[in-house]
DNA sequence: TCTGGGGTCCTAGGACCC
DNA sequence: TCTGGGGTCCTAGGACCC
């Protein structure tokens, strides 16, 4: 049986959350910034024809925002990654295989559906995402994982698809690829389309019409295997348990400069603190602690990016062994001229933590280690985030992340819940 | 004043091995 | 008058994704 895929992508996923929640947002520009509330990362669709453009600075598009009446959200990632779970969940009910690609968007196997009744499920399974969660999807089904990107991207854009295209044994697949910049194909970063469109191939079809041969010298085996793809030749398949992580990254850039050794150590001390968190959720521990700091790279002053790596004779998952690390690096980087604008902790080498070896010195001390943050977790959880932290993440927190515009935390706190007058 | 964060895969080239 | 062949592993850099 030729695989069948489906693709279901949220409609402006953050901006859709927070309308969700505030009936007074439907139909009026709104956009979500970055962290920091540095740069525009989502925009209703009444944003996009005022021509914000995605990734651009808020401090660029003051005049625009005050002008229109934009409304500013900042991030709130609580809410977003709660929501995207609901809308995973409804998606069961239609596939016995569910990749979950990103927080907004996921690939399903169709093949069991009968070609005349693609469209069909396809709008039933957005009619079912928007009854159970309020959020607006797009579905694009095809042979192909990249074709169904294809086809739901004419699914968002056109109205008279309701929302829904299917591309399998369909008439229209060459306009379908003709109406694709070439850009806006998946896998098609600008470095490539750059390339592309300097041999005349500006489109999706042209793409797919290229000598493979051509396309394998400067692209390599993954261009050759999108430009199957868009011949609807199935390359990619569906991932459904996610492959093991190789790293886990927590990193930040600050609001303002940090200059201060003690305020770039608890900066760092509360990045490890959270990647220790995410290692012992994922059930990993790490043989290997980067970090790493930086100016800002839009300043006039000094320019400084440096990082340091070491091996953890012990791979761990416990805060205070990677704090002991991570602190200690943290004073080697510092410079005392130089104004810090971001850094970071990379936890690499990592292992699952049940096929750790046994600890030649010290295993009950590492046992009761394993006790404590398993406590630790577990109050944390039950109380919110840093009840119980070490005293290393500072209490002043002059650098933490700037979030003036965060709607509330509707669907995970409890004193934030909805109110209904 | 103000410019995000967290990942992956592939390739080329060097070191090293027999 | 001529300098093998074929592996593996590691790393840095480039490209991409959301």
């Known amino acids: 049986m030729p695989p069948i895929f489906a693709h279901i992508d949220c409609n402006n996923f953050y901006v859709s959350c927070e309308q969700t929640f505030d009936a007074r947002l439907v139909g009026r520009p709104v956009i979500v910034l970055s962290n920091n509330d540095g740069c525009v990362i989502a925009r209703s669709e009444a944003a996009k024809l005022l021509d914000v453009r995605m990734g651009v ?55 069991h559906v009968p070609p005349n009744r ?13 009854k159970w969660t309020g959020l ?17 991207r004419h ?35 600008p470095a490539y389309a750059h390339w592309l469109r300097r041999r005349d191939i500006t489109t999706a079809r042209a793409l797919r019409d290229t000598d493979e041969r051509e396309i394998r010298r400067r692209m390599g085996v993954v261009g050759v295997r999108l430009v199957r793809e868009l011949q609807g030749t199935s390359c990619l398949a569906l991932e459904e ?19 201060l050794l003690s305020e770039l150590r608890e900066a ?23 970090v790493f700091v930086a100016t800002d790279r839009f300043g006039r002053g000094p320019q400084y990016r440096a990082s340091t790596t070491v091996e953890i004779a012990h791979p761990s998952d416990a805060t205070p062994e990677l704090l002991r690390v991570a602190l200690h690096s943290t004073e080697e980087l510092y410079r005392v001229d130089c104004e810090f ?34 406590a630790v977790d577990g109050v944390n959880a039950r109380f919110g985030p840093d009840t119980v932290r070490s005293a290393a993440v500072g209490y002043q927190q002059t650098w933490r992340t700037r979030v003036a515009h965060r709607s509330p935390r509707y669907t995970t706190h409890w004193d934030e819940l909805l109110c209904v007058d």
């Not at 693609?118 to 928007?130: C, E, I, K, M």
């Not at 295209?165 to 970063?189: N, Y």
């Not at 790293?247 to 600050?254: A, G, L």
């Not at 970071?344 to 046994?358: H, I, K, R």
Request: with cysteine; net charge positive.
């Open 241 to 259: 348990c996610p492959p093991p992580r190789h790293s886990v990254t927590v990193s930040r850039s600050f609001p303002g400069p940090v200059v």
């Open 118 to 130: 693609l469209t069909d499920v396809g709008q039933l399974l957005r009619a079912r995402v928007r």
């Open 268 to 290: 760092v001390a509360l990045f490890t603190t959270r990647a220790a968190e995410k290692l012992r959720r994922r059930n990993l521990a790490a043989g290997a602690l980067t």
């Open 136 to 152: 607006p999807v797009s579905v694009g089904v095809a042979a192909s994982k990249t074709l169904a990107k294809i086809a739901n």
């Open 341 to 374: 604008k971001k850094a970071g902790v990379v936890c690499t080498a990592l292992a699952p933590t049940d096929t750790l070896p046994v600890r030649l010195w010290n295993q009950e001390k590492w046992d009761r280690l394993r006790g404590v943050m398993e």
């Open 155 to 189: 699914a968002k854009q056109s109205p008279k698809t309701n929302g829904v295209l299917s591309l399998v044994d369909s008439p229209h697949i060459d306009l379908a690829l003709e109406r694709i910049a070439v850009a806006d194909v998946w896998g098609i970063g």
């Open 57 to 111: 600075p808020l401090f660029q598009i003051e005049d625009l925002v005050q002008r229109h009446a934009i409304v500013v959200r900042s991030s709130n990632y609580a809410l977003y990654g709660d929501m995207s779970q609901r809308v995973m969940q409804c998606l069961d009910d239609f596939s016995p295989h569910v990749e979950v690609y990103s927080i907004d968007e996921a690939f399903i196997d169709l093949s």
